[in-house]
């Protein structure tokens, strides 16, 4: 194992909605350079703890918290135990999303809320909760993972489209305010990704996703890996002189 390997040993990362798809990819792959681990999801514990085995396997420690991040106090609760065991907290994730299909006079105010609390308030809530730490240590990683959608809008999807620009926004000025304290707050805006899906809520997905496949200049999909290996870089000391960017991963689909 070089050293270069491990060039996160002894930091400590929460990924949020890592129990699946590209949160369980950016586990694995911060962890391969030897952070430990906080997984994190909303409902499904089984299949965290199914992530935390195999994370454990390589060699680092791994904490479990069920927690909606869409609530504050849960939010600031759970930074408080990682600091409480872990002593720090270095690198924070954001990776939740809820995508609802609706027309714009279709989309209630619960409809609006739900998707904001967990698309752009959840980023705020855990940026909140980490950065004083990360200001004390002098040294601190936030990377939001959002879409190109916040750049080109689709139909139907008013409110997760705010969310996307939104959350570049948020990058932006946490950049700005506390870059001098060594930390470093980015976006990765994925393309079209290959990932589990519930097929009931996106019931032509596959057919239509083949046919934007074909547009794509490198003719493919994404793979959650490929977006891991974007946060694994931005999480490191390498990409230091790196802050208030937004690294588009989509294989050429959109060029901006």
Not at 66 to 89: H, K, P, S, W, Y
Not at 106 to 125: E, G, H, Q
Request: aromatic letters at 6%.
């Amino acid at each position: 194992m070089t050293s270069e390997r491990k060039s996160l040993g002894g930091r400590v990362a929460i990924v949020t909605g890592s129990g699946r798809n590209i949160g369980r990819a950016i586990a694995h792959a911060l962890a391969g350079e030897g952070a430990n681990i906080v997984l994190n999801g909303h409902r499904d514990k089984a299949a965290l703890d199914a992530v935390a085995e195999e994370l454990r396997a390589l060699g680092v420690e791994v904490m479990v918290r069920l927690v909606d991040v869409g609530d504050a106090q849960a939010v600031a609760q759970m930074v408080d135990d990682v600091v409480g065991q872990f002593g720090r907290v270095d690198i924070a994730v954001s990776n939740v999303s809820v995508r609802l299909r609706q027309a714009f006079l279709d989309i209630s105010l619960d409809d609006w809320k739900r998707v904001l609390d967990t698309n752009l308030n959840a980023a705020f809530y855990m940026a909140r909760a980490v950065l004083p730490h990360m200001k004390q240590q002098g040294w601190g990683r936030i990377v939001h993972i959002s879409g190109n959608d916040g750049f080109r809008p689709i139909p139907f999807r008013a409110h997760n489209v705010t969310c996307k620009a939104a959350t570049f926004a948020l990058s932006k000025a946490i950049a700005l305010e506390f870059g001098e304290f060594g930390v470093t707050a980015n976006t990765v805006a994925p393309g079209l990704t290959e990932t589990v899906r519930d097929e009931a809520h996106y019931p032509n997905f596959r057919v239509e996703h083949e046919k934007r496949r074909q547009q794509i200049p490198v003719r493919r999909m994404g793979r959650p890996e490929d977006i891991a290996e974007s946060v694994r870089f931005l999480c490191s000391d390498r990409a230091g002189y790196i802050t208030g960017q937004i690294m588009h991963v989509n294989g050429g689909e959109h060029m901006f």
